[in-house]
C-alpha cells in the first residue's frame, strides 16, 4: 500500500517569512514528486516537480528531494497571504499513466 | 493557456441512477485519469487511460465505473448504479506523451447523490 504522509497543520506563517512544508512517501521506487496548490472547493494546480535528488528552484518555490530517506520538501519564501491554501504532496512510480498517491495536504495560513 | 475542461461543475442525481462526468483534456495530451475527492479527504486516484485502453486502476474503480474515449476530444467517466457514498468532487487531468510529466486538472465536477 503505496502512502504519501504530511503534516495536516494548520501551519501558520507571517507574511515575509519562509514557509516549510514536508512530505514523506513509502513506496521506495518512487519515481516522479509533485507538489500542488489546492485553494478551498477548487481542484489541484501544479505548483513543481522534481524527480531527482536535490533542489529545484522556481521563482519563490524551492522543491527538495532526498531519495535516501523519503523525503520531499517545499520551501516558499517571501509568503503572501495568497498563498494561503492547502498544499498537496503527490508521489508517482513512474511511467506515463501512473496515478498519482496523494497526501492529506498542508493547510497553510498566511499572516498578514 | 491551455486547460482541462470538465462538465458538468455540479451533478445531482438520484441513488441508483446513472451519471456520466465529462471531460475535454489537452489537445496534445495523450494520457488521462479521473480522480475523486471525498469532502475532507485525500485526492484519490481511480483510472488512467492511453492508447483508448485503461492502464491502470485503483481498487476504488470496481465494476460500477468505467470510462470512454467516444471521440478525439471527449474522456468520459461513467457510474451505473450510483451510491450515496459516490458523493465526491471528480477530476479529470491529462499529461504529456512524456515519461513523468505532470498531470493537469480540471475545475472539477461536484457529484451529488440523494
Known amino acids: 500500500q503505496k502512502e504519501v504522509e504530511q503534516n495536516s497543520g494548520p501551519l501558520s506563517v507571517p507574511e515575509g517569512a519562509i514557509a516549510s512544508l514536508n512530505c514523506t512517501y513509502s513506496d521506495r521506487v518512487s519515481q516522479s514528486f509533485f507538489w500542488y496548490r489546492q485553494y478551498s472547493g477548487k481542484s489541484p494546480e501544479l505548483i513543481m516537480s522534481?524527480?531527482?535528488?536535490g533542489d529545484k528552484e522556481d521563482g519563490r518555490f524551492t522543491a527538495q528531494l532526498n531519495k535516501a530517506s523519503q523525503y520531499v520538501s517545499l520551501l516558499i519564501r517571501d509568503s503572501q497571504p495568497s498563498d494561503s491554501a492547502t498544499y498537496l504532496c503527490a508521489v508517482a512510480s513512474g511511467g506515463g499513466a501512473d496515478g498519482l498517491t496523494f497526501g492529506k495536504g498542508t493547510h497553510l495560513i498566511i499572516q498578514p | 493557456e491551455p486547460e482541462v475542461t470538465q462538465t458538468p461543475s455540479h451533478q445531482v442525481t438520484q441513488m441508483g441512477q446513472e451519471v456520466i462526468l465529462r471531460c475535454v483534456p489537452i489537445?496534445?495530451?495523450?494520457?488521462f485519469y479521473w480522480y475523486r475527492q471525498i469532502l475532507g479527504q485525500k485526492v484519490e486516484f481511480l483510472v488512467s487511460?492511453?492508447?483508448?485502453?485503461?492502464?491502470?486502476k485503483s481498487e476504488i474503480f470496481d465494476d460500477q465505473f468505467s470510462v470512454e474515449r467516444p471521440d478525439g476530444s471527449n474522456f468520459t467517466l461513467k457510474i451505473r448504479s450510483t451510491k450515496l457514498e459516490d458523493s465526491a468532487m471528480y477530476f479529470c487531468?491529462?499529461?504529456?506523451?512524456?515519461?513523468?510529466?505532470?498531470?493537469?486538472f480540471g475545475d472539477g465536477t461536484r457529484l451529488s447523490i440523494l
Open positions: 489537445s496534445n495530451h495523450l494520457y
Open positions: 522534481i524527480y531527482s535528488n
Open positions: 487511460f492511453y492508447n483508448n485502453e485503461i492502464s491502470e
Open positions: 487531468a491529462s499529461s504529456e506523451r512524456l515519461w513523468n510529466q505532470p498531470q493537469h
